[in-house]
């Protein structure tokens, strides 16, 4: 059974002090909970900025190693793979 922590809220409490929840996010995410179960995550703005560029970076670097990998494909003449590969980078990165 799940417990509730410092750092986790019930959307009763939340609906009730809105604003002293959202001033507790600015110091670090708190867990919305609904029947005790997670339903939510809130944080402040420069949390959710720096997931975001963490998030962009490991996309960034996801896409390098699948090139990485697809090249090597093409110069051992895999190009029937190649095409296939091409067109999964295409469709999951788009150009960073």
């Given at each position: 059974m799940a417990t509730q922590t410092e750092r986790s809220r019930q959307?009763?409490?939340l609906q009730a002090d809105a604003a002293g929840v959202v001033a507790q996010a600015e110091q670090g995410p708190i867990e919305i909970r609904r029947y005790r179960e997670p339903v939510a995550y809130l944080e402040s703005v420069d949390?959710?900025?720096?997931?975001?560029?963490l998030d962009?970076?490991?996309?960034?670097?996801?896409?390098?190693?699948?090139?990485a990998r697809a090249?090597?494909?093409v110069k051992q003449g895999n190009f029937k793979r190649w095409e296939r590969v091409a067109?999964?980078?295409?469709?999951?990165?788009?150009?960073?």
């Open positions: 959307i009763s409490e949390q959710h900025r720096e997931h975001r560029e962009e970076a490991l996309n960034r670097a996801i896409w390098a190693l699948d090139l090249m090597r494909n067109a999964k980078l295409r469709a999951r990165y788009p150009k960073p």
